[in-house]
């Protein structure tokens, strides 16, 4: 339950933040690693510097390749609100660890990077990325609302190798709720597989008559192998192989669970009989509490692929914000939904009797994979797993449509004057408190009643005819990104004409069918400026657009379609050899950088009319990431008052990478001046359509061990 505050406990309240505060500047001074202490003034600069390698780790007792920052897997990252932010990001990666993007680059997700568009970290987008042995400073002052993101690689797939973390932004001042200590819960989905070689088989030919020895196999990237949290598990605790059941059209069967002991020791053991002498061994995370305290739990899924259902076992946790928006307090018993790139805050107080407890994370819409394990422990309990019996896959449904519109923004910060509110803090508290937790730049977040912008994108998957490649297309278009060897936002920054001219250049008028090149190549990409004409007949590929005034309410009805639809399996020729029709539908996490949005409403079926008349336009979510439903739609609202170019795209990695997103170019005549130095661009760089054959791989990377064949599955990636 969330926390009040009367007059009387003000001083009490004061006295708390302020020691709440020094807390959080000693951890800013002694825990994170490579950072700086903060200078002294109203806004202090916290500084880090990264040094990004490549190491042999086994975070889940499967030894591979994962991305570290000095030295550290998955860092935590703090701040305190309104300070600024400096991230000194070398990159030590060597130059043959195979990649589709060139290098890297930091995106601060969730963060709106208002007069900070220069550093939002886009690659390809905002900026090239950091090549090896190059370094690049990302600086810029943390003008957000003080809560829970995530830092992560935007440049390829290094994100699912490690190459993110938790993002904390604490309060400069009192926050509307009471507890006594937080934690933080990092979700990742784990492969066993490098993430960019996983990547190579999805840009290969689908259509089975396309594929020949030159061109390699198609391989989904399937489930993973292990669910993280906090950077620990062991892919050994659920039955892989038993659950497994392949073949097209064969659904996965969940694996069996049982988890034997908390850690896996180095070397062979009962778990890992067949293990390497080397093998360094695994652990689960161990949350401690102390009976009778309150907690913040920090959820957060950085996750490639899966939505998550978190549970703690024996206990009830209220929400109390998503996505670092505060929230009406709801509660839905142990348990809390979560899609990738979404943040949950939880309150939970330590009121069982004193034990071990599971905390589970169990994915969800994709069977077959396994449950990820963590222990919540009391003080003065015995070190030893949960005595009841390892929570199962399946066990737990998703939320339901109706649940998740429970979910809503704070009555103080949808109306920061009223007299009542959901929090039930006085008003003189609630301006003063629930202010702070909203963006600085802002005293409420009451939504517009009306659009002065309609937006719809389909979202479909598509194959291409000439390579029978499958992709991800909104309004038929597979967003691609690169070449040119330059970031479009210094593009425009140069010509704000530049997406005109060059959707002008590129012919395409709503009637073309695709427009590929080669890996390798340089030249400019087609563009389709999607300007609310007609899309395209036929699935096509290119950059794809849509032009924002500053000023503008914009609407974004999304609607999910089957994969097959739009013309998506077959194009004027005709397609031998294609699939069967194609026509189920997957559910996916939208993002939006540069803004949070209302979320008016989100529901299955078609959206019509009817539905419409539901949309929520008094107290709708505010946040950065939304779930599209499988064959369902969304509605979401927010104004475009930012400049710059802010991509739009499904969180699911893999189907970002494969062409689900658009870029909203907004007031690119009020596009700030650029940094003196920005990241430098490759005088070559890799256009991310491209086959990445057998060939190409062992030239660029002389290695075809990195070539992974992937895990064959009935589920789509």
């Not at 370094?135 to 003080?146: G, H, L, R």
């Not at 293990?275 to 161990?286: L, V």
């Not at 689900?660 to 007031?667: D, R």
Request: glycine content about 10%.
């Amino acid at each position: 339950m969330a926390g009040t505050l009367t007059r009387a406990a003000l001083r009490f309240f004061a006295l708390h933040v302020l020691a709440t505060l020094l807390r959080i500047t000693v951890a800013r001074r002694a825990v994170l690693q490579g950072a700086s202490a903060p200078a002294a003034g109203v806004a202090s600069v916290t500084e880090y510097t990264w040094h990004v390698t490549l190491s042999s780790q086994a975070p889940d007792c499967f030894q591979r390749n994962v991305i570290l920052v000095n030295g550290s897997f998955q860092p935590t990252l703090e701040v305190v609100q309104g300070d600024f932010l400096k991230v000194n990001v070398i990159n030590n990666i060597p130059a043959d660890f195979p990649s589709a993007a060139d290098g890297i680059s930091i995106h601060w997700h969730g963060f709106s990077m208002r007069g900070n568009e220069w550093y939002d970290g886009t690659g390809h987008i905002v900026q090239c990325p950091i090549l090896p042995g190059a370094k690049f400073t990302y600086y810029f002052q943390v003008d957000e609302a003080a809560g829970s993101y995530l830092w992560h690689d935007h440049s390829g797939s290094n994100k699912a190798d490690g190459l993110q973390g938790a993002l904390i932004v604490h309060a400069k001042g009192p926050e509307p709720w009471t507890y006594d200590e937080e934690r933080t819960l990092f979700l990742t989905d784990w492969f066993h597989g490098e993430a960019n070689a996983l990547l190579f088989a999805l840009n290969r030919p689908f259509v089975p008559a396309s594929q020949t020895p030159a061109t390699g196999q198609w391989n989904w990237v399937g489930l993973p192998q292990a669910i993280l949290i906090n950077g620990k598990g062991f892919y050994g605790d659920c039955d892989l192989i038993g659950g497994l059941s392949v073949g097209a059209g064969v659904a996965e069967a969940n694996p069996p669970c049982d988890v034997t002991t908390a850690a896996v020791s180095p070397g062979k053991s009962v778990q890992q009989p067949w293990a390497s002498p080397g093998n360094p061994g695994c652990s689960h995370e161990n949350i401690t509490v102390t009976a009778g305290k309150t907690y913040r739990f920090r959820i957060i899924n950085g996750g490639s692929l899966v939505y998550q259902t978190v549970c703690f076992e024996g206990h009830s946790v209220t929400i109390i914000a998503g996505d670092a928006t505060p929230t009406d307090p709801i509660s839905f018993g142990p348990c809390v939904d979560i899609n990738s790139g979404q943040r949950y805050d939880v309150l939970l107080t330590a009121n069982a009797t004193v034990g071990n407890y599971w905390i589970t994370a169990q994915p969800q819409y994709r069977e077959g994979s396994p449950n990820g394990f963590a222990v919540l422990q009391y003080a003065g309990a015995n070190e030893t797993l949960p005595a009841t019996p390892t929570p199962q896959p399946g066990a737990v449904e998703p939320w339901t449509e109706s649940q998740a519109a429970m979910i809503v923004t704070a009555a103080s910060l949808v109306n920061l004057s009223s007299s009542s509110n959901a929090s039930g803090l006085e008003p003189a508290v609630t301006a003063a408190a629930l202010a702070l937790a909203a963006p600085l730049n802002s005293t409420a977040l009451q939504v517009p009643q009306k659009a002065t912008r309609t937006i719809t994108q389909v979202v479909t998957q598509p194959i291409l005819n000439s390579t029978g490649q499958l992709r991800w297309a909104m309004n038929n278009i597979a967003n691609s990104n690169t070449p040119p060897c330059e970031a479009p936002l210094s593009l425009v920054y140069s010509d704000t004409n530049y997406f005109t001219n060059m959707a002008a250049a590129s012919g395409m008028s709503g009637t073309v069918d695709e427009n590929l090149q080669s890996v390798n190549n340089s030249s400019p990409l087609t563009v389709f400026l999607d300007d609310g004409s007609t899309p395209p007949v036929y699935p096509s590929t290119g950059q794809h657009i849509i032009n924002l005034d500053i000023g503008d309410v914009v609407d974004i009805i999304m609607i999910n379609e089957p994969g097959d639809s739009f013309n998506g399996d077959l194009t004027a020729a005709g397609m031998p050899g294609g699939p069967a029709a194609r026509n189920t539908t997957e559910q996916h996490p939208f993002h939006l950088h540069g803004h949070h949005f209302w979320v008016l409403g989100s529901g299955s079926g078609p959206y019509n009319s009817s539905v419409e008349a539901t949309l929520n336009l008094v107290n709708p979510m505010y946040r950065d990431t939304q779930t599209l439903p499988e064959g369902g739609w969304t509605v979401i609202r927010f104004v475009a008052d930012n400049p710059g170019l802010w991509f739009y795209h499904c969180h699911i990695i893999w189907h970002q990478l494969i062409g689900q997103g658009l870029i909203f170019a907004e007031g690119l005549d009020e596009i700030g001046t650029p940094p003196v130095e920005l990241a430098q661009c490759s005088q070559q760089c890799n256009y991310d359509f491209g086959p990445f054959d057998p060939e190409w791989v062992a030239e660029n990377y002389g290695n075809t061990t990195y070539d992974l064949p992937g895990i064959s599955s009935a589920v789509a990636a």
